[in-house]
Each structure stands twice: as structure tokens, then as C-alpha cells.
């Protein structure tokens, strides 16, 4: 029977050493993600233990990591033995901000069709299996839906990851439905409480960027309701397509 022979096989030893501190950086370098990603905006720091707590590393580990992203400014201790964000980690942000043009061209159609719809409104983006809050504007009524901005959520489960999957070229039900449709509704899916209607922004040469969306409560956002804000989330969502080619262009 044939086989491929591995580098033991082989009679080199060094490459399989190597292969196997690969594979150990590769699972050092997304522990060490973990705890950037670990921090929420209202997070100013937080104790080694909500840390380990947050990744599902052991404290030795999280702490070693932890010192080592100090080293270049992604995180810095506090007198006090807490750990917060530090420069490098804010100017990776910030980069990652201005490459969408969140404050110049997205804010300002969120808050258009947040107002035309009277419910939040949410510019998301896809970042491998999960969506990311991009952009966000509350709407103006007292029981709403609440998202931070940098919350990661999953693809397969509400409308703004399905219209992400479905324009990103995915087979099968739902999404041939929805790519004929432009749009999708989602009463109950992710959260049983929760609805949402989204729809795909494209940025240069027509490649998907992200998809927009309205939520709110299930029981105020039915079916009917969702429905009747459609022509509203196409218009913007083709507004921002727009705005975002023309940004692009002028970069």
C-alpha cells in the first residue's frame, strides 16, 4: 500500500521538530487574540483571572501571553496588577476603522435609516465564521435591541450573517432564497426575542463588505412590520454600496 512518508520517516528530525513548533505557534498566536478580544468597550481593564475566565486559558498561560503582548504595546499593567488595552491595540482599531470609513460614510446612512425605521440600525462584517458589529446607531424607542460595536456573533444564526453567507456565494436553502429576494427577515433565530431585517452592501467592483440590518423586539417588529421597512433597508443599503465605491475611488 503507498504512503507518504512523514519527515520522521525520512531521517529528518528538524523538520518535524519544526512542524510540531508550527503548529504550537500557530495555537500561541490565536491564545494570545483571545485575550485582546477579551476586552469590551466598556472595559477599561481587567484582573488576570477575568481573563483566563474570558479565554478558557489557564492563568500561567494567559499571563505569559500576556507579558509577551506587552512587550510591543498591545497590552500594558496597571500598578495594580490589572491588564488594559495598550497603544498598538488602539492603533490596529483605529486603522481597521478608517479602512471602512465608519464616522464619514456609514454613520450617516445608519442614522437615516435608524430614523426613517425608528428602530437601531447596525453595519456588520464578516471575519471567518463569525459577523463583527462594525457600526451602530440606537434607535430612538426605550425597549430595543442591544449590540456593542466590536461584538462578534455567529453567521448561521439571524439575518445579518445569513445575507453575509448568502452573498459571500453559499449553496443551498436559505440562501438561494435570499439572493433572489436582496434581503432577509429574521423573527426569533438567534435571539427568541429578537427580529431583524438586513440586506448586502458592496463596496469597489461590486465585492460584498458587509450587510446592514434594523432589530428590535419580535414583538413590536412582526413579520408585517419588517416587511412594510424593506423598500427602506434596499435604499440604504444601495445608498452605502455607493458611498462606499465612491470612498474607495477616492482613496
Not at 465608519?102 to 454613520?107: F, I, L, S, Y
Amino acid at each position: 500500500m503507498l504512503r507518504t512518508m512523514n519527515e520522521e520517516e525520512t531521517g529528518n528530525p528538524d523538520a518535524a521538530k519544526a512542524g510540531e513548533d508550527g503548529e504550537e505557534g500557530v495555537i500561541a498566536v490565536r491564545r494570545a487574540m483571545r485575550i485582546l478580544e477579551a476586552f469590551g468597550v466598556e472595559d477599561s481593564h481587567l484582573t488576570l483571572a477575568e481573563l483566563s475566565r474570558r479565554t478558557g486559558c489557564h492563568r500561567s498561560t494567559v499571563l505569559r501571553l500576556a507579558r509577551t503582548l506587552a512587550m510591543d504595546d498591545y497590552l500594558a499593567q496597571r500598578a495594580d496588577g490589572t491588564w488594559r488595552l495598550a497603544r498598538a491595540a488602539g492603533w490596529l482599531g483605529a486603522c481597521y476603522q478608517a479602512t471602512f470609513n465608519v464616522q464619514e460614510v456609514v454613520q450617516p446612512v445608519l442614522r437615516e435609516l435608524s430614523a426613517a425605521t425608528g428602530e437601531s440600525a447596525t453595519f456588520y462584517v464578516r471575519e471567518g465564521n463569525q459577523r463583527i458589529c462594525m457600526a451602530r446607531v440606537e434607535g430612538p424607542k426605550s425597549i430595543r435591541h442591544h449590540v456593542r460595536v466590536g461584538a462578534s456573533l455567529p453567521l448561521t444564526l439571524g439575518s445579518p450573517g445569513r445575507v453575509l453567507l448568502a452573498f459571500s456565494g453559499e449553496a443551498g436553502e436559505p440562501y438561494e432564497s435570499v439572493r433572489r429576494a436582496g434581503y432577509m427577515m429574521s423573527l426569533g433565530e438567534r435571539d427568541a426575542e429578537v427580529s431583524s431585517l438586513s440586506a448586502p452592501v458592496y463596496g469597489m467592483n461590486w465585492t460584498l463588505l458587509g450587510a446592514m440590518c434594523i432589530s428590535g423586539p419580535i414583538s413590536r417588529l412582526t413579520e408585517q412590520v419588517l416587511l412594510g421597512h424593506k423598500d427602506a433597508i434596499l435604499a440604504a443599503a444601495s445608498r452605502l454600496s455607493r458611498s462606499m465605491m465612491g470612498a474607495r475611488q477616492g482613496a
